[in-house]
T-cell receptor, first 111, second 113 residues
Framework: ELKVEQNPLFLSMQEGKNYTIYCNYS?????LYWYRQDPGKSLESLFV?????AVKQEGRLMASLDTKARLSTLHITAAVHDLSATYFC???????????FGTGTRLQVFP | DTGVSQDPRHKITKRGQNVTFRCDPI?????LYWYRQTLGQGPEFLTY????????KSRLLSDRFSAERPKGSFSTLEIQRTEQGDSAMYLC???????????FGPGTRLTVT
């Protein structure tokens, strides 16, 4: 059974600081997704990582994928309050397009 | 608005009643997915369609749940004899084949009292 684990589950960080969210998964997969969810809202796609070594950046967020280690990271640079949300990683189960989500990391950025 | 739409956005029902939700995918997206999300958890896959064919159903989808996509466009998810444990956000997503990225709708929040 494919399992996706994120850590930390909750992250409170000060504006201007850097931090990394980790996503580990248990079975071979070469597609990994990062989504953002604001309270009471739906999911917004942030990144789709399709191959080993893939790195994508958008603003203060950068995501990378290491398929050999079964690990993806979401790095936050110089956090701002607007980044406060819950971040989910998701893995495509055996390339079926059926996404298995992690438990999410709730990020809170304070002044 | 050309995004995924869902209706209703909120539904409150009494235990034992039947409910039906609708999802309209992005035009030309032939894949449509249903997920369920409970408070504090990530979404869980329920089922998905390619055109009108339902290709897979999760074990989470008990006999009380049925999904259809009759003409390969919109989809409906029906829950019969609702239980309190059915209370959740029901999310619909759509994608193009081989394009990988799934676009999510705003969700239908179901509360069973």
């Amino acid at each position: 059974e494919l399992k996706v684990e994120q850590n930390p589950l909750f992250l409170s960080m000060q504006e201007g600081k850097n931090y990394t969210i980790y996503c580990n998964y248990s079975t071979t997969s070469d597609r990994l997704y990062w989504y953002r969810q604001d309270p009471g809202k739906s999911l917004e796609s942030l990144f789709v990582l399709l191959s080993n070594g893939a790195v994508k950046q958008e603003g203060r967020l950068m995501a990378s994928l290491d398929t050999k280690a079964r690990l993806s990271t979401l790095h936050i640079t110089a956090a701002v309050h607007d980044l406060s949300a819950t971040y989910f990683c998701a893995v495509d189960m055996f390339s079926t397009d059926k996404l298995i989500f992690g438990t999410g990391t709730r990020l809170q950025v304070f002044p | 608005d050309t995004g995924v739409s869902q209706d209703p956005r909120h539904k409150i029902t009494k235990r034992g009643q039947n409910v039906t939700f609708r999802c309209d995918p992005i035009s030309e997206h032939n894949r449509l997915y249903w997920y369920r999300q409970t408070l504090g958890q990530g979404p869980e896959f329920l089922t998905y369609f390619q055109n009108e064919a339902q290709l897979e159903k999760s074990r989470l989808l008990s006999d009380r749940f049925s999904a259809e996509r009759p003409k390969g466009s919109f989809s409906t998810l029906e829950i019969q004899r609702t239980e309190q444990g059915d209370s959740a956000m029901y999310l619909c997503a759509s994608s193009l084949p081989l394009r990988y990225e799934q676009y999510f709708g705003p969700g239908t929040r179901l509360t069973v009292t």
